[in-house]
């Protein structure tokens, strides 16, 4: 009991210190950058979705690392988990006899739904809310509902994590190609000049490959998870 | 929503970080901290009647998008985070058997 009061006025302590330091929050945000973005946000980059436009263009070198810390954590999980599965030849968790059969029959009708939305997502993510990311969580989601309808299917992990790691290098590749053409890294390598659906080529092939990456790295990653069985 | 609101969710992820006996828990109260992150930034580009940074035809008042776009990242390293926790805490609890801190820490294998 004593050790809960303790806590919480260790807790309260820090949000003592917070509430001082909140006044000094306000006057540190400015909005110039927010300016700057729209006005020349869609010209610069040829995206409508300005978190796009900085996600792919203004911050391009922070998107990389962040597709290549998933591509780690992925490494991570498989290496965590290697040794039981080749020790226990575990099976799917799913038991096919335990699901419903309604379940199934309802897994069937929005699957393709799903890898038809996650597509859409993936492929407007410069004219709607949407992108790389989000797109292939949701592709992602929707391989997950195939184990339902098919409980024994196989899958090669260590196919998945090869081609995972070949469409990273084709993302960094596309990446710097604007050393050649702009003669800076990581940025549109269409000259600036270009017209808005010019550079967006650029844009909808990189949303294909980041969620075509991303998808792979969360389906190897509930692979693994569902391998580990029990 | 004012900041200190998020700053009492990143509080409540604290206590139940220092509280809970699971580790399943203690992975849920990190998400919870992670949560009020997110909200504390996400707070600070947004203001009363702004719409979202899409732009089209009519639109002038757009909340700030770098936030936003910093969040991403963070929601995506977030998951990736909870993927491996929870995958070493299934490794603990093939290891051991049960997954609460105090019966882990007080077999006699286990140096604390």
């Known amino acids: 009991m004593s050790r809960q009061i303790v806590l919480i006025l260790l807790l309260g302590a820090l949000f003592a210190v917070f509430t001082m330091s909140i006044i000094e929050l306000e006057g540190l945000y400015n909005a110039f950058g927010k300016e700057y973005f729209l006005e020349y946000g869609q010209s610069d980059t040829g995206s409508n979705n300005l978190v796009t436009a900085i996600l792919l263009d203004y911050r391009l070198f922070d998107s990389l690392f962040e597709a290549g810390i998933l591509l780690i954590a992925v490494s991570g999980v498989i290496w965590i988990s290697k040794h039981d599965i080749e020790e226990k030849n575990a099976r799917f968790m799913i038991d096919k006899f335990k699901t419903p059969d309604l379940f199934i029959t309802f897994s069937r009708l929005v699957y393709p739904l799903m890898l038809a939305f996650g597509f859409y997502v993936i492929i407007n993510g410069h004219l709607s809310p949407g992108g790389g990311f989000q797109g292939g969580t949701i592709v992602a989601t929707a391989i997950l509902i195939l184990y339902y309808i098919d409980a024994d299917k196989e899958t090669n992990i260590g196919l998945i994590v090869t081609v995972e790691k070949i469409v990273y290098l084709l993302i960094i590749v596309l990446a710097s190609v604007s050393i050649v053409t702009r003669g800076t890294f990581f940025t549109n390598f269409f000259p600036l000049d270009a017209t808005q659906d010019t550079k967006a080529i650029y844009l909808v092939l990189l949303n294909v490959l980041i969620g075509f990456k991303v998808a792979l790295g969360l389906w190897t990653i509930f692979t693994a998870f569902l391998k580990e069985g029990r | ?112």
């Open chain 2, 1 to 112: 929503m004012n900041p200190i609101l998020t700053f009492l969710v990143v509080l409540i992820g604290f206590y139940g970080l220092s509280t809970s006996d699971n580790v399943i828990k203690s992975v849920f109260s990190v998400t919870i901290i992670e949560s009020g992150v997110i909200l504390l930034f996400l707070n600070l580009g947004n203001f009363e009647g702004g719409s979202v940074p899409i732009l089209s035809e009519g639109v002038t008042q757009i909340v700030d998008p770098l936030p936003q776009a910093l969040m991403i990242t963070t929601i995506v390293i977030g998951s990736t985070v909870t993927a491996l926790s929870l995958m070493l805490c299934i490794k603990v609890f093939h290891h051991y058997g049960t997954v609460e801190w105090k019966e882990v820490l007080s077999r006699e294998d286990v140096k604390s």
